[in-house]
């Protein structure tokens, strides 16, 4: 089974910008998702890169700011976020799955790691 790690998180100002990464134990055909759970919410899909690096936006709250992209020499996937609002302070999850579509079932999560916007 493929293991992921999170990193990149940390404070930022409102405004600001920040890019998250999610690397792979090794090279995978995994689809990779970003997900988020803000405190005492429940967890919200936010984008997928397909192995054949398609994406998918499932918020709109999140479509214009925020973008996927990955590079498989490294077996890594980023999230890059920019004009982040306080809204968006939430521990970010990646996932790995067969792919992009709704009934594709998730094969890995990793940790998480947080992002806390304030000024």
């Known amino acids: 089974q493929v293991q992921l790690v999170e990193s990149g998180g940390g404070l930022v100002q409102p405004g600001g910008s920040l890019r998250l990464s999610c690397a792979a134990s090794?090279?995978?055909?995994?689809?990779i998702g970003w997900f988020r759970q803000a405190p005492g919410k429940e967890r919200e899909g936010l984008l997928c890169?397909?192995?054949?690096?398609?994406?998918?936006y499932y918020t709109d709250s999140v479509k214009g700011r925020f973008t996927i992209s990955r590079d498989n020499a490294k077996n890594t996937v980023y999230l890059q976020m920019n004009n982040l609002k306080p809204e968006d302070t939430a521990v970010y999850y990646c996932?790995?799955?067969?792919?992009?579509?709704?009934?594709?079932?998730?094969?890995?999560w990793g940790k998480g790691t947080l992002v806390t916007v304030s000024s």
């Open positions: 090794e090279s995978t055909y995994y689809a």
């Open positions: 890169i397909s192995s054949s690096e398609d994406s998918t």
């Open positions: 996932a790995a799955s067969g792919g992009c579509n709704v009934d594709d079932l998730i094969n890995a």
